[in-house]
């Protein structure tokens, strides 16, 4: 994954989370959203009896697609090229980025109305825009409010989870101003205020912007249909109201058929916000009338991550979130600490793979979890992410220290002898084990204190009572 | 049937008093215990940390180890979670085959490659029965599920006068689908007042080498898992995990809260009887009854027949 600049030269993930565990106002928010939208998901996914099947067959029909996703792309490119769209092809984030440069550059507008997309964000799109003269203006809310912020999302779903009202209210009155229409003199942190302060400053920008760019949900490659599903009505309004339509999706985002939608169509609210339906689902085939139509497909890594037999089964990621809402260390470490747009569990799979791990923070997201299999569970496409994250591991370069005792470890545990003997001498220098103990395992003993190393080993005792008879 | 006990390293080495119960309480119950001597470690510090080729070799020994017995009982919801779980995954990966497909709805069939709408989806597959191995080889069984299953003893003729608290570790919650057999063993306890834990399935923190990895953010979960146990005003938190108890204990111990870690089989070998072990004699005949009698009182265990202090707290 080439893109987004934003990230590059960030600490490792422990660091970065060792920062965010001491912030009370962040760690208080993350705790109370994750937790609320938690409990929705859990309540909408046990009213269906077929869950477990659904389940079963949004995994299955994902892998179907991704076995034979050259085939289904270019049937959704026949499809969408029938229906008067145009598609290009983008093998990297550059040349997505110099495709959707080239074809606002070509209406002749210097600004873009968006609609929340993670492969826009995984790309840098915003910022390629702006170094050629285009400003793109965000329209869902929580990405207005990242972007006002000047800020990064932390969350695929609740972008400015880490954000609470009053300091949206501040973001709001300091910001909106140079943005567009300014935030009302008397605005107050009450959140119906606050959406309506949003509202206006957006209705003004959708219908004065000529060029919309969005992502998209799935694509259907029987008609050639894209599908966004979302909350606010924005994206209906981005969607609709432009001249030029510009869609940015990755190649993974396939279905077969319309059929295969409507699996989707139960897994992924119920999945993402906890809702039995979205408020919104808009479908597109090609260019409507009077409008243009262009589809760029993004790969940026995605066919590497289709070789790995393991890896691969993140691509049937349909970006609901459920992981994160789950998972006990992204509720405490919060999502800028994963150094990229895809934060939680399925970040931690999805950028090492997409990006590579050269980089110490690359290297140290498949380590991000204590594999407590939380998020598999919810997973309505069950990616196993626990044995994704282990099979990253096995790639990842290991620190020296580490890679020593590990040797070591194995070696004493090669011969039971090794052990037995290893077991003695901690027996013997039981008194004299510090209470702090040195280099990496200090992290142990910062927090925690150390077990009483036992006089005896329980195979030293088996041996010397004869299994406890004597 | 030959019962190999696989004590797991850091039980064998730090904590041998949980391989001890173990050995009380199934002899208790009729079994013959044997420890294969040339047992280590099932390998999951290294797999789960990225050192296959040393994870792969123990793997390999755990099998050679224990290839001629009829079941393997593991007092670690997580070895056993590996040795079972993923083992099969290694094999797997090893031989070429599709690595990525494990998990609870593992079919593994191929995907039909024809015409779109040429494949039908499956009908969700439950979790394997527990005990079920997907490789030939002796069953590995978690300690409860061996009591329960195997033996179908609910009541193992423990007594433990204290108030406990339980938490399910992630391994063997959502790894071996303990479900609650564990609860159902330590409510048959006499004596042992069981107090529900908040958030209970909430990871500690310990995750192996997570802990020294990433030691804020494990330290943070252990701070909220610490202050649901105290809200409870337990005196023990019992676990299947020893290697979870060390990282909960070791908290909980450094915060002076005066709360003690037990694994599950230390409780279900207590008895009024001090020593213990004097009982397994008489109790031979439990187990062959225990099937049928499952509902009623292990009161065997109790050589002097009176019942004391069972409110006595």
């Known amino acids: 994954m080439s893109g987004n600049a934003a990230f590059l030269g960030m600490p490792a993930f422990p660091r970065n989370a060792a920062a965010a565990v001491q912030d009370s106002q962040l760690r208080f928010n993350l705790r109370k959203a994750t937790r609320t939208i938690r409990?929705?998901?859990?309540?909408?996914?046990?009213?269906?009896?077929?869950?477990?099947?659904?389940?079963?067959?949004?995994?299955?029909?994902?892998?179907?697609?991704?076995?034979?996703?050259?085939?289904?792309?270019?049937?959704?490119?026949?499809?969408?090229?029938?229906?008067?769209?145009?598609?290009?092809?983008?093998?990297?984030?550059?040349?997505?980025?110099?495709?959707?440069?080239g074809l606002v550059r070509a209406t002749g507008e210097t600004s873009v109305v968006k609609v929340k997309s993670m492969a826009t964000q995984e790309?840098?799109?915003?910022?390629?825009?702006?170094?050629?003269?285009?400003t793109a203006y965000e329209t869902d809310l929580a990405e207005l409010i990242v972007q006002l912020g000047d800020d990064w999302p932390s969350h695929i779903l609740v972008p400015a989870i880490h954000r609470n009202r009053s300091e949206i209210r501040e973001i709001f009155r300091a910001k909106m101003a140079a943005w567009g229409r300014p935030a009302p003199g008397e605005l107050t942190d009450d959140p119906r205020a606050l959406a309506e302060a949003a509202r206006l400053h957006l209705r003004e920008r959708f219908l004065s912007t000529k060029v919309a760019i969005s992502g998209a949900n799935f694509m259907i490659a029987e008609t050639g249909t894209l599908v966004v599903l979302e909350s606010e009505g924005n994206g209906r309004m981005c969607l609709t109201l432009p001249e030029t339509l510009i869609s940015v999706v990755g190649i993974e985002k396939l279905l077969p058929t319309w059929r295969d939608l409507e699996v989707f169509l139960q897994l992924l609210p119920r999945s993402s916000t906890g809702e039995r339906m979205n408020p919104y689902t808009s479908t597109w085939t090609g260019a409507a009338e009077g409008q243009e139509f262009h589809l760029v497909l993004l790969d940026n890594g995605r066919t590497r991550v289709l070789a790995d037999e393991v890896g691969r089964q993140a691509l049937r990621c349909i970006r609901c979130s459920a992981c994160l809402n789950v998972c006990p260390v992204y509720e405490r470490a919060g999502g800028h600490a994963y150094g990229s747009v895809y934060p939680g569990p399925i970040g931690a799979i999805l950028t090492p793979q997409l990006r590579g791990m050269a980089s110490e923070l690359d290297a140290s997201l498949p380590y991000a979890s204590s594999l407590c299999g939380a998020c598999f569970d919810v997973c309505p496409v069950a990616i196993d992410i626990p044995e994704v994250l282990v099979h990253l591991r096995g790639k990842a370069r290991h620190p020296r220290a580490e890679r020593l005792g590990m040797r070591a470890a194995g070696w004493v545990f090669d011969r039971p002898a090794r052990l037995a003997g290893a077991q003695r001498l901690a027996g013997r220098l039981r008194r004299f084990v510090p209470g702090r103990l040195p280099g990496p395992l200090a992290a142990w003993t910062d927090t925690r204190d150390l077990p009483d190393i036992p006089a005896e080993s329980f195979r030293d005792w088996w041996n010397r009572t004869n299994g406890g008879t004597r | 049937m030959r019962v190999a006990l696989f004590v797991t390293c850091v039980n064998d080495t730090l904590f041998p008093g949980t391989g001890q119960a173990v050995v009380t309480l199934l002899r208790r119950?009729?079994?013959?215990?044997?420890?294969?001597?040339?047992?280590?470690?099932?390998?999951?510090?290294?797999?789960?940390?990225?050192?296959?080729?040393?994870?792969?070799?123990?793997?390999?020994?755990?099998?050679?180890?224990?290839?001629?017995?009829?079941?393997?009982?593991?007092?670690?919801?997580?070895?056993?979670?590996?040795?079972?779980?993923?083992?099969?995954?290694?094999?797997?990966?090893?031989?070429?085959?599709?690595?990525?497909h494990g998990g609870h709805e593992t079919g593994g069939g191929p995907v039909p490659s024809g015409a779109a709408g040429g494949y039908e989806p499956r009908a969700g597959e439950p979790a394997p029965p527990a005990g079920e191995s997907a490789e030939a080889g002796p069953r590995v069984y978690e300690l409860s599920e061996f009591l329960l299953d195997v033996l179908g003893a609910e009541d193992v003729g423990a007594y433990f006068p204290h108030r406990v608290t339980y938490h399910p570790t992630c391994h063997s919650l959502r790894g071996l689908r303990l479900g609650d057999r564990p609860l159902r063993l330590l409510e048959r306890v006499r004596g042992l007042e069981l107090v529900p834990l908040p958030e209970s399935e909430e990871c500690c923190g310990f995750g192996g080498t997570f802990a020294v990895k990433n030691p804020a953010v494990s330290a943070a979960m252990c701070a909220d898992k610490v202050r649901n146990i105290m809200d409870t005003g337990a005196e023990v938190v019992c676990a299947t995990d020893n290697s979870c108890l060390m990282h909960i204990g070791g908290t909980l111990r450094r915060q002076r809260t005066g709360v003690r870690t037990m694994h599950l089989a230390e409780i279900l070998a207590a008895t009024e009887d001090p020593a213990g072990t004097a009982?397994?004699?008489?109790?031979?005949?439990?187990?062959?009854?225990?099937?049928?009698?499952?509902?009623?009182?292990?009161?065997?265990?109790?050589d002097d027949g009176a019942v004391t202090g069972e409110d006595g707290r």
């Open chain 1, 39 to 101: 409990g929705r998901r859990a309540s909408v996914v046990a009213e269906l009896p077929d869950w477990a099947e659904l389940r079963a067959a949004g995994r299955q029909i994902k892998d179907h697609t991704l076995r034979n996703l050259d085939r289904y792309l270019l049937q959704l490119e026949e499809a969408v090229t029938a229906a008067g769209g145009h598609v290009h092809w983008a093998a990297d984030a550059a040349e997505a980025n110099r495709i959707v440069t």
């Open chain 1, 123 to 134: 790309i840098g799109l915003n910022e390629a825009l702006g170094r050629a003269g285009v």
């Open chain 2, 29 to 100: 119950l009729g079994c013959d215990v044997d420890f294969p001597t040339a047992q280590t470690c099932c390998g999951q510090m290294h797999l789960n940390t990225g050192y296959l080729a040393e994870g792969r070799r123990l793997a390999r020994h755990f099998a050679d180890v224990f290839a001629g017995y009829d079941a393997v009982v593991v007092p670690s919801g997580s070895c056993a979670a590996m040795v079972r779980e993923q083992y099969p995954k290694l094999a797997r990966a090893a031989s070429g085959g599709h690595g990525g």
């Open chain 2, 279 to 302: 009982a397994a004699g008489a109790a031979r005949g439990v187990a062959e009854d225990a099937a049928t009698t499952a509902g009623e009182d292990g009161a065997v265990t109790r």
